[in-house]
């Protein structure tokens, strides 16, 4: 049986490829118009592969030096581990970054034809990116396993390894998360403060020297730096699933249980491809529905999958498994599964009520705008605020219906189950950068007002479908820190067992735990909010420069000089992001240090854990609020470009777009990177331990 399991794994990954590499072909045919078109698309082309390989170039030296920290100190087997993570996280996020790059040109020829044409390749090129995430998450975690067991080594250095693998991926993703996000932000902010609001011309305005630069932003953030960050999510939650499994289970149960989490992600890539099929114009036209009925699909097919799977894996759904704490049936695993499931589905909705168009939030900062700048601000941070209500409860409630079924290992599998969606969740996302990216090749290439119609729709829908996703991270990555810290609970007790670990309220160390854990999520915001500034600063400063020195630029008779403006933006982006992509990496060594050197190691133990829980809590609120009310703030100077309160060039949208500077920054820079901020601290820790030990 489990042979057989093993072949389903493996085919579902290579599946995963395969049909991501059929879509390349698929989307590589299309048109890419004419020769504008092509020169647009090819000097994005250039500016995202420029920064993507130096940046790459900055994070492999930090990447060897923690190689051999992990080699020294552990094994090299973990030090391999930690290469395969980030090798394939990296990879990941480039090749999803090249795809998009090519895929925006012939999204615009598309919208040359009709909407529902622009919408497939824009989705399709999405869907490649997706599929490549899962398909090597699942290949790298199920191979390196593989290779580890047939090595017969023990459970403890096959999960290390593990571990490692993770904090490979999570290095990676919070640099590419953070840097991306910086570029992209940079570039935005500039471009929007001197085009739009001193010089007033239009978005995505060829006269605008930060205008590829803002195109190339679009890339390395948002579709480079989200297939990281979703790449590495996915990869610790099935790791920590399988870390819970082998130290919960007895024999019996062990391996079956290991590869239970895996089992799941496989036959959920099943059922994304099949989901990607039903995402169709309808006769309404709604761009929105059309991309949910691929997410719906996927979730009712991905659904009946599991009890597939399930009820192949165990001899009866109702047998009982005994693990540490208990007993519980394949039932109450199906169980957690759906509410992983649910989870997913209310995160979604929750999300675009706060981001979209359609809904009060959004309209509430658009009509804040009517009376200035300062009432738009007031109602943004007012709706990030109350955005992170709903999400909250809803895991929560989560936490609590997985729990009572099958314990910790339950939060688990529901963790699992969400991240299994990530190849059509990325999908999502990814079609973000790629309809807006089109609309600039668009209006740079001088193209009928009717394809920007049909490209600022699109872009309309994937500022929404970004925001959602990153709720979804946000959310995946809340369950996927509190079973890591489980797996630090559990570490601790076999690799110290002689050292009695209290997480009492009542002890002085575990309150300062929570309140450092609960600071750094604020630090590291903090230091992304004020690299974006410092980014944004010089390119306003150069295209102030452009626009008085080089004569011709407002009258277009010449080009602005473009590659200036990536330049300057690579290495912001570059020197910018070193800092705080450290800082979870010292955090919890620091911590164990200083209340070892003071306390003793049972105190530092309690700080570290107490730490740990500090960051998920705090980081959570953080995210969801940076990232919601960052987005309700861009689609509030949408709903105003619309024609609402004034339309474009009123006092309002003005005020809109103020605030859409703000929120940039928030929505796209600190409050995603967030997310794999709050696991590596986790996995830092659990590293820590064995190193310790």
């Known amino acids: 049986m489990l042979q057989t399991i093993w072949a389903v794994i493996v085919s579902c990954g290579i599946i995963a490829v395969l049909f991501a590499i059929a879509k390349i072909n698929s989307v590589f045919k299309c048109p890419s118009g004419n020769e504008l078109m092509k020169e647009v698309a090819l000097a994005i082309q250039v500016g995202a592969k420029a920064y993507l390989n130096r940046q790459y170039s900055t994070i492999a030296i930090v990447g060897a030096l923690v190689t051999a920290a ?20 990296g990879i990941a996020g480039y090749i999803g970054m090249n795809i998009s790059v090519r895929a925006n040109v012939r999204t615009a020829e598309a919208a040359r034809i009709s909407i529902q044409k622009a919408l497939s390749v824009a989705f399709d090129s999405g869907a490649i990116t997706g599929m490549l995430v899962v398909g090597a998450g699942l290949l790298g975690v199920a191979g390196y396993y593989f290779v580890l067991t047939s090595l017969s080594l023990e459970t403890r250095l096959v999960t290390e390894s593990l571990v490692a693998l993770s904090f490979g991926a999570s290095l990676i993703s919070i640099f590419a ?10 570039a935005d902010v500039g471009a929007d403060l001197v085009g739009k609001i001193e010089s007033n011309i239009p978005e995505d305005d060829p006269r605008n020297p930060a205008v590829i630069a803002d195109n190339v932003g679009d890339n390395v ?15 610790v939650t099935i790791v920590a699933s399988m870390v819970l499994a082998s130290i919960h289970f007895a024999d019996e149960f062990k391996e079956t249980m290991m590869l239970y989490p895996l089992a799941i992600s496989s036959v959920c890539i099943i059922g994304s491809i099949l989901g990607t099929f039903f995402v169709k114009l309808g006769s309404s036209n709604n761009i929105m529905r059309a991309l949910y009925n691929g997410l719906i699909a996927a979730g009712i097919f991905s659904a009946i999958l599991i009890f597939g799977i399930t009820n192949f894996m165990f001899d009866s759904l109702t047998q009982e498994i005994a693990f540490a704490g208990g007993t519980f049936s394949p039932k109450d695993l199906l169980i957690c599964s759906l509410v992983g499931i649910c989870v997913t589905g209310l995160l979604v ?9 359609s809904y009060r939030p959004v309209r509430s900062v658009a009509k804040a705008s009517e009376t200035g700048h300062a009432t738009n601000i007031i109602q943004g941070l007012a709706v990030s605020m109350e955005s992170t209500a709903l999400p909250v409860i809803v895991i929560c409630g989560g936490i609590i219906f997985s729990y009572v079924f099958a314990g910790i290992f339950g939060i688990a599998i529901a963790a699992t189950t969400m991240l299994a969606f990530a190849g059509i969740i990325v999908a999502l996302d990814a079609y973000g950068p790629v309809t807006d990216n089109a609309g600039g090749i668009a209006e740079m290439s001088d193209l009928p007002s009717e394809v920007r119609v049909i490209t600022d729709a699109l872009d309309a829908v994937g500022n929404t479908t970004k925001a959602v996703t990153k709720g979804y991270a946000i959310g995946s990555a809340g369950l996927a820190a509190l079973v890591l810290f489980a797996t630090y609970v559990e570490d601790l007790e076999h690799y110290f067992p002689n050292i009695n670990v209290e997480f009492n309220l009542q002890n002085p160390y575990v309150l300062i735990g929570l309140l450092i854990g609960a600071m750094l999520p604020y630090l590291f915001g903090s230091f992304g909010m004020k690299a974006v500034g410092r980014a944004g600063g010089r390119i306003v400063l150069e295209v102030r ?7 011709g630029i407002m009258t277009g008779e010449t080009k602005p000089d473009y590659k200036t403006a990536v330049d300057i933006l690579t290495k912001s982006a570059i020197r910018e992001m070193i800092a705080p992509s450290i800082l979870p990496l010292l955090a919890p060594v620091l911590v164990y240090a ?93 590293l820590l331990l064995a190193v310790l030990a």
Request: aromatic content about 10%; hydrophobic content about 45%; charged content about 15%.
């Open 70 to 89: 992990l080699w020294i100190f552990l094994s090299n087997f973990v030090a391999i581990g930690f290469i395969i993570g980030a090798s394939l996280s």
């Open 177 to 186: 998360r953070l840097g991306g996000g910086i570029f992209t932000k940079g």
């Open 221 to 235: 953030g948002d579709c480079a730096g989200m297939a990281a960050d979703l790449f590495e999510t996915y990869a």
């Open 349 to 357: 909705v929750i999300t675009e009520y706060y981001t979209s168009v």
């Open 545 to 551: 420069r452009q626009f008085q020195e080089i004569k």
């Open 594 to 686: 200083i209340i070892n050197s003071i306390a003793g190691q049972s105190s530092a133990f309690s700080a570290l854990g107490a730490t740990l829980i500090g960051t998920i809590v705090s980081g959570l609120f953080v995210a969801i609020s940076m990232t919601s009310g960052g987005g309700a703030w861009d689609n509030a100077k949408k709903y105003i470009e619309d024609g609402h309160f004034g339309g474009k060039g009123s006092d309002a949208h003005k005020a809109a777009v103020t605030g859409d500077t703000v929120g940039d920054p928030y929505k796209d820079t600190s409050g995603p990177s967030i997310n794999p901020m709050i696991k590596i601290i986790n996995i830092v820790a659990i």
